[in-house]
């Protein structure tokens, strides 16, 4: 089954924007700023661990707080606040049910046009989340497997999943731009355009490299909803 993640999009939209945020303020404090008679390379270069870890836990954040509005713009999806179908009272209701067992905000519920069977959950805190479901899920699966998927979905919202992994992936991010800025100094003491060049090959290798133990912790997390799922539909 092709899966769309919640934990994927997050993962997505956070190397896009640590990338985004370290190559402007690359070229911000290195070139921009020196044109205009305002040298902090020094000081910035003395400081470098600090702001790596600006940037790198700020990229991760930021996708964070806006990975539900993230994700409603990757997908075109429909809310349901009132459900018209059965399938839609289905979805509805479950979240609902799981939401008040656990005692949490009831995540916004959200369906999109897909053939595949997919399903995802994401939002900065277990209070503030969504879950969506494809139409494709709907039509293939039968009424119990789909709560059993909303349940493995709503594991990730009360485990926090998305949460730990964005501080991961913000100390991930915080290694890739020290161990970047430190290369691209000692070959910008040589030559400055080559050394930019470098930079921003760093950016792009060392953050999909940085995949890797996230990847781990986010299978890792797989497994710990499809527990959740498993006691909480089998209650």
Known sequence: ???????????????????????????LSEMILPAFGIDLRGSIAQQ????????GFGGAFISLAFSKQ????????TQITEPRTQAERLVFDTVQKISEKLNISMPEVWIYESPD?????????????????STGLLNNLNEGEVRAVLAHEMGHVYNGDMFTTTVLAGLMNTFVYF??????RQVAERNEALGFGVYIVLQIV??????IPISWWSRRREFAADRFAANTVGK
Do not use: E, H, Q
Request: positive net charge; aromatic residues 12%; hydrophobic residues 60%.
């Open 48 to 55: 470098d661990l600090l702001w790596a870890f600006v940037i």
């Open 117 to 133: 069977p997919n399903a995802f959950a994401t939002g900065p805190t277990r209070n503030n989340s969504m879950v969506a479901v």
């Open 206 to 211: 060392l953050s999909v490299l940085a995949m």
């Open 1 to 27: 089954m092709k899966k769309l993640k919640g934990i994927g999009l997050l993962l997505i939209a956070n190397i896009l924007i640590f990338i985004t945020l370290s190559i402007s303020f690359t070229v």
């Open 179 to 184: 161990i970047s800025r430190f290369i691209y």
């Open 70 to 77: 993230m994700a409603r713009a990757f997908i075109d999806c």
